[in-house]
């Protein structure tokens, strides 16, 4: 999934609203991001054209909605960047996050739960996954 920054503070807005026209987006992002309507449009048919959104005739103005729900792209977002990196090394973006990342006692319960359900199935070790040359893994080292 290939979205920028500004299509994705689009795509949160579409979310949100469940459907937007590219007057609502103006309204609420366009101030904060010096954006015109032209360019509100040129993001909107770029997530058309990647197939992010898809539009219908409402009145004068047309209506997009998302091909994708919010948690499907977040979904895709972190896999696509965790595919750049060796998956010996996922564990260290995961802590780091789990330290950055604020939390209610309810959401360390359940990540408490889902590692105690991702204790059943732990490796002895994470194989690396990287081309050889790529990463310092003792696997690789040596080349």
Same mark, same amino acid.
């Given at each position: 999934m290939s979205i920028s920054?500004?299509?994705w503070e689009i795509m949160r807005v579409i979310w949100t609203k469940d459907a937007a026209?590219?007057?609502?987006?103006?309204? =609420? @992002?366009?101030?904060?991001?010096?954006? #015109?309507?032209? /360019?509100?449009k040129t993001f909107l048919k770029r997530l058309v054209d990647?197939?992010?959104l898809t539009r219908k005739r409402s009145g004068k103005s047309y209506l997009y909605s998302s091909t994708l729900t919010e948690q499907d792209a977040m979904n895709q977002q972190v896999d696509d960047l965790f595919?750049?990196?060796?998956?010996?090394?996922?564990?260290? =973006? @995961?802590?780091?996050?789990?330290?950055? #990342?604020?939390? /209610?006692?309810?959401?360390?319960?359940?990540l408490q739960a889902l590692l105690l359900a991702k204790k059943e199935e732990a490796l002895d070790e994470v194989p690396c996954n990287c081309i050889p040359g790529q990463c310092r893994c003792k696997e690789h080292f040596d080349l």
């Open positions: 920054k500004s299509e026209t590219s007057g609502q987006i103006l309204d =609420i @992002l366009g101030e904060k991001n010096s954006w #015109t309507s032209s /360019t509100v990647k197939g992010y595919d750049k990196f060796c998956q010996r090394k996922h564990t260290m =973006i @995961l802590k780091h996050l789990l330290k950055e #990342t604020p939390m /209610t006692l309810t959401d360390i319960a359940a």
